[in-house]
């Protein structure tokens, strides 16, 4: 917040601003969520708990190669930027190589000074910018698959029910046998739906 600000404004805007994205982030993240244990734990096959697990274990190895792509690029911008240092010890020169930060900013302290604490901070910030954007990218990593699995597990579903089903259909148990499942194929369906 901005130093000439009362202190009653700083709190109600820091109050405005939790209330709107626990409204806006939060409460959402979480009616997907509970939907995704819902389908979980709705489902009874041992074929569709098997098409689940081949989405989540998908989308698992998708959110280990973001994070891993992530912390190497953070590891590549801490090795380019401590580099010039590890020449000055190893191979000096008669003068210094020049630092530079890896974030062109402007602070209100001397870069040339304070080049170290002001990285450590930078890396620290690095850190935690990774933590929080790699959690909401895999958020959506593990929607999309999940809402994949949905799909496809309709489409299973269809193709059982259809499978073994002569061109005349009878009335008989065969026939509520299909309609239980084509009735319980379309309320998957319109899960996958509202999902998405």
Partial sequence: MWPHQSEKTKLI???YTQIAM?????????????????DWNELITTRGINILKEYASTSKLYNIILIGLYYVGVIFLIFQTIL??????????????????????????????????????????????GIVTTAVNGFFVVCVQ?????????????????ENVDQKLYVNEENERICEKIIRTIKTHKNAIELV
């Fill in 146 to 162: 999940h809402a994949c699995a949905m799909f496809r597990l309709v489409r299973y579903t269809l193709d059982e029910a259809f």
């Fill in 22 to 38: 626990l409204l806006c982030i939060v409460i959402p993240m979480n009616v997907i969520w509970n939907r995704i244990e819902y």
């Fill in 84 to 129: 010039p240092t590890f020449l000055d010890v190893v191979l000096p020169l008669n003068e210094s190589r020049p630092l530079n930060s890896p974030i062109l900013m402007d602070s209100l302290i001397k870069q040339t000074i304070y080049f170290y604490p002001t990285l450590a901070s930078t890396y620290v910030l690095l850190v935690f910018f």
């Fill in 13 to 15: 805007r820091t109050i």
